[in-house]
């Protein structure tokens, strides 16, 4: 079973940047595709992005163009969600995700009839105004 470790979280300025990462162990890295979630008080998960096994291909939730960069280094088994320009309304629990099927990454948050295979224990992001 592959774990995932996010870290990087943690207390920053609105107009800051942040880079969270996802470390993986006990399976093979490159064979999963990898997501970024985030869940706010109150508020559902939502997808913030997916990349693909090889790094070829993302796919980004409609709210987070242009902010948000998702990248990962299979050498290093290891996913990053970059976040430029932090807002306070940024402030949640960001989870990575890993699933060997990228289309489940995608769909995961609005199908309810989709599971993925692994889930991180979650990294606080707060932003302050």
């Known amino acids: 079973q592959l774990q995932l470790v996010e870290s990087g979280g943690g207390l920053v300025q609105a107009g800051d940047s942040l880079r969270l990462s996802c470390a993986a162990s006990?399976?093979?890295?490159?064979?999963?595709?990898m997501g970024w979630f985030r869940q706010a008080p109150g508020k559902e998960r939502e997808l913030v992005g997916a990349?693909?096994?090889?790094?070829?291909?993302?796919y980004y939730g409609d709210s987070e163009k242009g902010r948000f960069t998702i990248s990962r280094d299979n050498a290093k088994n290891t996913a990053y969600l970059q976040i430029n320009t932090l807002k306070p309304e940024d402030t949640a629990v960001y989870y990575c995700?890993?699933?060997?099927?990228?289309?489940?990454?995608?769909?995961?948050?609005?199908?309810?009839?989709?599971?993925?295979?692994?889930w991180g224990q979650g990294a606080l992001v707060t932003v302050s105004s």
């Open positions: 990349i693909n096994r090889s790094g070829s291909s993302t």
């Open positions: 995700a890993a699933d060997r099927k990228f289309h489940n990454i995608v769909v995961v948050a609005t199908d309810k009839d989709i599971n993925v295979e692994v």
């Open positions: 006990g399976r093979t890295f490159s064979s999963y595709a």
